[in-house]
């Protein structure tokens, strides 16, 4: 028997009280902080802290709960704070439940799938406060938060480590990719600079863009500017293509790579161009190139940062031959499998962390009811 099953055991062999969480925890509405100087008390939102301010809602430990947009995600805080109105605070009876204990199993109970609105997500006072809490003893309330506490260090704790990892392996990739790709600095007689428009076929006039509402799901992966943004009943291209952001910040900010390989049947929206090439090496080459390069000086920086298709066509990049092409292109897909075989595994074995995680919280946060 461990050691919760012994406290439990021990303190409430019968079972274990529930209550309403509307007894266990009075929840409070959020409000504008507008009219607040700036400061260092942390303002919550659904998103999480979206600014800082010099005056303080409540100062107690809380459990935050989104009541409008996205509901996934509670907070739990124990220094002075500021809410928002579309997350509530709950003012709590600690000499009931454990501030964190309460934390955890709500948590556990997943209230976003309480939402029964058919516009924005939301949650109610009405809709929360008969949510039945289980009330152990606070002995028992306090081991449970002990464990739970040092599993969660430790799950972040790996993905700390496995995110220096992937960074650390990003870093080298690009190291090589650019080492690889200095032609300006080489002396190469066999090397042509060429504009993009002569050496790829845009395919732009093929694309189409459908709202999101619009859209019916389906398996066929929907492109935007930053990669994969849906999957839709249908496709407009098959075979193997790059594709290049057309609009928005990330042409000049380049948090994620610009342009990218895409194969099969896909669709494109209007805010990513679409290029075939002959040969399988000149576009990963092109790809690779685009991506090391600064573009801002082919970008229109009008209200939105954009790419035009005349600006495009007119970048220059560099042609060796065919079979230097294919060297290079082999070495930088090394290196990418390198790196995506970890961006891979960074996710699965996260999930997997996360799912032992869910697994012993559920399990320790399940009590017979007391009759």
């Known amino acids: 028997m461990n050691r919760i099953d012994q406290l439990i055991s021990n303190m409430c062999p019968d079972g274990v009280q529930f209550r309403p969480l509307g007894?266990?925890?009075?929840?409070?509405?959020?409000?504008?902080?507008?009219?607040?100087?700036?400061?260092?008390?942390?303002?919550?939102?659904?998103?999480?802290?979206?600014?800082?301010?010099?005056?303080?809602?409540?100062?107690?430990?809380?459990?935050?709960?989104?009541?409008?947009?996205?509901?996934?995600?509670?907070?739990?805080?124990?220094?002075?704070?500021?809410?928002?109105?579309?997350?509530?605070?709950?003012?709590?009876?600690?000499?009931?439940?454990?501030?964190?204990?309460?934390?955890?199993?709500?948590?556990?109970?997943?209230l976003e799938d309480m939402n029964q609105a058919g516009g924005v997500p939301s949650l109610t006072q009405t809709m929360l406060n008969p949510v039945p809490i289980p009330v152990p003893p606070r002995e028992v309330q306090r081991a449970i938060v002990e464990i739970l506490d040092d599993f969660t260090k430790l799950e972040a704790e790996l993905e700390a480590e496995l995110e220096a990892e992937l960074e650390a392996r990003r870093k080298q990739y690009a190291y090589y990719r650019d080492w690889l790709?200095?032609?300006?600095?080489?002396?190469?007689?066999?090397?042509?600079?060429?504009?993009?428009?002569?050496?790829?076929?845009?395919?732009?006039?093929?694309?189409?863009?459908?709202?999101?509402?619009?859209?019916?799901?389906?398996?066929?992966?929907?492109?935007?500017?930053?990669?994969?943004?849906?999957?839709v009943k249908d496709f407009l291209f098959k075979g193997d293509f790059l594709l290049i952001s057309e609009d928005g910040a990330n042409l000049l900010a380049r948090s994620t790579p610009i342009a990218f390989s895409a194969?099969?049947?896909?669709w494109v929206n209007n805010h990513a161009h679409v290029l075939q090439f002959e040969h399988y090496s000149t576009r990963r080459l092109v790809e690779a190139y685009l991506n090391s390069i600064d573009l801002s000086a082919h970008v229109t920086s009008a209200a939105q940062p954009k790419l035009t298709q005349g600006n495009l066509n007119r970048i220059l990049v560099p042609i060796p031959p065919l079979p230097e092409q294919e060297r290079i292109v082999s070495i930088l897909d090394r290196f990418d499998a390198l790196v995506n075989d970890i961006s891979i595994g960074l996710p699965a074995e996260l999930a997997a962390r996360r799912k032992q995680y869910e697994y012993y919280r559920d399990k320790l946060l399940t009590f017979k009811e007391a009759a």
Do not use: C
């Open 23 to 110: 007894e266990v925890a009075h929840i409070r509405n959020g409000r504008d902080y507008k009219g607040l100087g700036p400061g260092d008390i942390p303002v919550y939102g659904t998103g999480g802290i979206m600014t800082h301010v010099d005056a303080f809602a409540y100062d107690k430990p809380s459990v935050l709960i989104p009541r409008k947009g996205s509901l996934n995600k509670l907070y739990y805080v124990e220094t002075p704070f500021w809410t928002v109105d579309t997350i509530f605070y709950t003012d709590i009876e600690s000499q009931l439940v454990v501030p964190r204990f309460l934390y955890y199993y709500l948590e556990k109970l997943h």
């Open 181 to 231: 790709l200095a032609f300006s600095e080489m002396s190469n007689d066999s090397i042509v600079w060429k504009p993009i428009g002569e050496i790829a076929t845009n395919l732009d006039s093929q694309r189409r863009p459908i709202t999101k509402s619009s859209r019916e799901p389906g398996s066929y992966a929907y492109y935007g500017a930053s990669g994969i943004v849906d999957h």
């Open 263 to 266: 194969s099969g049947q896909i």
